[in-house]
């Protein structure tokens, strides 16, 4: 069988703004793979990305939060938006790691064109998930979906790293889990713009709805923004559809939030925030691809390594002595050759 040609980033990127999925699916495939066509591929996809209502929803694993994420898709499709989720979980039911129930809910989305999911595993991801994530959630952006949803675990810092690409916030706790003393220490508290407490019909729910509402109290006082983070409960799994529980009201609380960054046009610092993360998470990645190829072949690296393990040096002086080199001969480089881009 004869291999076909494979697309150039113009062409790759031509699709995917034209709503071929299976050139998204190709796009994304390749940044997980490393591939240097990646950064050629971002700066075509960029100009295109940034239009989008990007929502996050991060909590422990089993919160609830892809049961929430699948309510959403159905209410933002019934407004004929079209919904793209990225699951930084390889748990998740959208990457077909869940028990066969759950999966099967999802599965309905699956046959929708308005829809496009995309999990985002475990393996390792060349500057990290956070980046790779940041770099989805773009290309979902471009894919032209009014709606772009983040579903994280709300564990360590790449995580916290990961929700800042959201607008809205959504940070999901249940009953007897200890999950708001958990959240408090990642810092997640701070920076949730919407806490849910969901399995609501579980015991003890409501002995936790009030001790989350002192914390919540605190936790908004550290705000600068004056937002007051609404706390809602939910039940979004239940035999019968009727026992579904704060799905409208989480819908409209989210609504509310984005009417509340438009109108105070807080939306221009969050999106200034995501970008300045976004250049640092580029930064720090090409940074070191650029030292680790201009090293390699010299035999530098592994004497470095070798120096370190017999103690003769530290990784902070490496990398100190290295960037100095380094920068001075880039600094050089740049003079001469300039960017193309001009600012
Ligand atoms: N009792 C109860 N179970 C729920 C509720 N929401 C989700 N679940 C169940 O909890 C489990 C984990 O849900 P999932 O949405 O996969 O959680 P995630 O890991 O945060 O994405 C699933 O078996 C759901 O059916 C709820 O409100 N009440
Ligand atoms: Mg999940």
Same mark, same amino acid.
């Given at each position: 069988m004869a291999k076909t040609r494979s697309d150039s980033p113009e062409e790759m990127v031509q699709k995917l703004l034209a709503g071929d999925r299976r050139a998204a699916a190709r796009?994304?495939?390749?940044?997980e793979n490393q591939s240097e066509k990646n950064n050629q591929v971002m700066k075509l996809v960029y100009p295109h990305a940034g239009k989008s209502m990007v929502i996050g929803l991060t909590g422990s694993g089993? =919160? +609830?939060?892809?049961?929430?994420?699948?309510?959403?898709?159905?209410?933002?499709?019934? &407004?004929?938006?079209?919904?793209?989720?990225?699951?930084?979980?390889? =748990?998740?039911?959208?990457?077909?790691?869940?028990?066969? +129930?759950?999966?099967?809910?999802? &599965?309905?989305?699956?046959?929708?064109?308005?829809?496009?999911?995309?999990?985002?595993? =475990?393996?390792?991801y060349l500057g990290g998930l956070a980046?790779?994530?940041?770099?989805?959630?773009?290309? $979902?952006?471009? $894919?032209?979906?009014?709606?772009?949803?983040?579903?994280?675990?709300?564990?360590? &810092?790449?995580?916290?790293?990961?929700?800042?690409v959201a607008q809205t916030?959504?940070?999901?706790?249940?009953?007897?889990?200890?999950?708001?003393?958990?959240?408090?220490?990642?810092?997640? $508290?701070?920076?949730?713009?919407?806490?849910?407490?969901?399995?609501a019909d579980l015991d003890g729910a409501i002995l936790c709805l009030r001790s989350l509402e002192a914390t919540i109290q605190f936790a908004i006082s550290q705000r600068e923004d004056g937002w007051v983070s609404p706390l809602i409960s939910t039940v979004a799994s239940a035999a019968k559809t009727e026992d579904l529980q704060g799905i409208n009201e989480l819908m409209k609380t989210i609504r509310d939030h984005q009417e509340y960054l438009h109108e105070s046009r807080a939306i221009d610092e969050v999106q200034a925030k995501r970008i300045e993360q976004e250049l640092g998470l580029v930064f720090k990645d090409e940074?070191?691809?650029?030292?680790?190829?201009?090293?390699?072949?010299?035999?530098?690296?592994? &004497?470095y390594i070798k120096a370190i393990f017999e103690g003769r040096t530290d990784p902070y002086s490496v990398v100190e002595e290295v960037l100095s080199t380094f920068l001075k001969v880039g600094a050089k480089v740049n003079e001469t050759s300039g960017s193309k881009k001009h600012i």
């Open positions: 796009t994304i495939t390749l940044m089993g =919160s +609830g939060k892809s049961s929430l994420i699948n309510h959403l898709i159905r209410r933002y499709r019934d &407004q004929g938006k079209r919904v793209g989720v990225v699951a930084v979980d390889p =748990s998740s039911p959208f990457s077909g790691g869940a028990l066969l +129930g759950d999966r099967i809910r999802f &599965q309905a989305h699956s046959m929708d064109d308005g829809v496009y999911i995309r999990s985002m595993g =475990s393996r390792g980046r790779s994530t940041s770099d989805v959630v773009r290309i $979902m952006e471009a $894919m032209g979906n009014d709606v772009v949803i983040v579903e994280t675990l709300g564990a360590g &810092q790449d995580e916290v790293d990961i929700i800042h916030c959504v940070l999901v706790l249940t009953p007897n889990m200890g999950d708001d003393i958990q959240a408090m220490k990642a810092g997640i $508290m701070e920076i949730a713009d919407i806490i849910v407490l969901n399995k940074v070191q691809k650029f030292i680790f190829k201009g090293l390699k072949g010299t035999g530098k690296k592994r &004497q």
